[in-house]
């Protein structure tokens, strides 16, 4: 797709149909690369609270052992294993 735009005191327009097929609403951050003489924009992909603090929390629990440690620790006597 190209698209000519003019700027104006710093800014582009970038226009419904360049944000439609970025994925890109009001409201969402934007991420722009300069390379050499040409740009990339990206859509930043964010993560909500509650995800990051699963991923803490996950991280957490790998660094205390990994799997075999685990059951390593785990009494199997009282379910017959």
Do not use: N
Not at 17 to 31: C, Q, S
Not at 49 to 62: G, P, Q
Request: charged share 40%; proline share 0%.
């Amino acid at each position: 797709m190209l698209v000519k735009r003019r700027v104006h005191a710093g800014q582009v327009y970038l226009g419904k149909e360049v944000l439609e097929a970025l994925g890109i609403k009001d409201g969402d951050e934007v991420e722009i690369e300069v390379r050499g003489d040409s740009i990339v924009i990206r859509l930043v992909k964010t993560v909500d609270r509650d995800t990051l603090d699963l991923i803490k929390m996950l991280k957490e629990v790998k660094a205390l052992g990994d799997r075999e440690d685990y059951f390593e620790e785990y009494d199997y006597g009282d379910i017959g294993g």
